[in-house]
T-cell receptor, first 115, second 114 residues
Framework: GAVVSQHPSWVICKSGTSVKIECRSLDFQATTMFWYRQFPKQSLMLMATSNEGSKATYEQGVEKDKFLINHASLTLSTLTVTSAHPEDSSFYIC???????????FGPGTRLTVL | QKEVEQDPGPLSVPEGAIVSLNCTYSNSAFQYFMWYRQYSRKGPELLMYTYSSGNKEDGRFTAQVDKSSKYISLFIRDSQPSDSATYLCAMSGWGYSSASKIIFGSGTRLSIRP
């Protein structure tokens, strides 16, 4: 199956700093990538959908100025958490879908801890 | 009311038992139904997907969809300790089009006792 990687796998940062998380599709071109957030013992909540070369579409309640998404190429999307606060601590997971509209392939996730 | 309801568990069964996991949903527009398995601190992996109502079998796993009741199930036969994970049901409305969002259940934590 298709492989999606995320980097870093975990990150600890101080409150007020910004953190960038990368999502890469390793063996296919992802025209659409999705960013999810998962709090402990809870399900995945979609944050935003990004299409290559266009602005991301954010879900209701997700601040687009705080969670900056860039999908500049068909194999890379980045999520930047700006001015991170402890309540942003969570497990961030990306998924990627190819242009054929087939299944979403999920990355391994990035655990963010904001002190 | 949540669009997708799933019992969070935890569910603990002995090795070899048949496991039944279930979800209910409220949106009749859902057409694709999926089950994902997620190990601790890992991303989810797709186990099975079905379209509309009916059954689908893959090895020890069987997925059932009853659209009339808005109820889906995943059965695991001859359960193994390696099946211990969180199982998430998921649904989407317009199939696998790029415009379709996947709505996840909250996940059921399953533990198989040796």
């Amino acid at each position: 199956g298709a492989v999606v990687s995320q980097h870093p796998s975990w990150v600890i940062c101080k409150s007020g700093t910004s953190v960038k998380i990368e999502c890469r599709s390793l063996d296919f071109q992802a025209t659409t990538m999705f960013w999810y957030r998962q709090f402990p013992k809870q399900s995945l909540m979609l944050m935003a959908t990004s299409n290559e070369g266009s602005k991301a579409t954010y879900e209701q309640g997700v601040e687009k100025d705080k969670f900056l998404i860039n999908h500049a190429s068909l194999t890379l999307s980045t999520l930047t958490v700006t001015s991170a606060h402890p309540e942003d601590s969570s497990f961030y997971i990306c998924s990627a879908r190819d242009g054929g509209g087939n299944e979403q392939f999920f990355g391994p996730g990035t655990r963010l801890t904001v002190l | 009311q949540k669009e997708v309801e799933q019992d969070p568990g935890p569910l603990s069964v002995p090795e070899g038992a048949i496991v039944s996991l279930n979800c209910t949903y409220s949106n009749s527009a859902f057409q694709y139904f999926m089950w994902y398995r997620q190990y601790s601190r890992k991303g989810p992996e797709l186990l099975m997907y079905t379209y509309s109502s009916g059954n689908k079998e893959d090895g020890r796993f069987t997925a059932q969809v009853d659209k009339s009741s808005k109820y889906i199930s995943l059965f695991i036969r001859d359960s193994q300790p390696s099946d211990s994970a969180t199982y998430l049901c998921a649904m989407s409305g317009w199939g696998y089009s790029s415009a379709s969002k996947i709505i996840f259940g909250s996940g059921t934590r399953l533990s198989i006792r040796p």
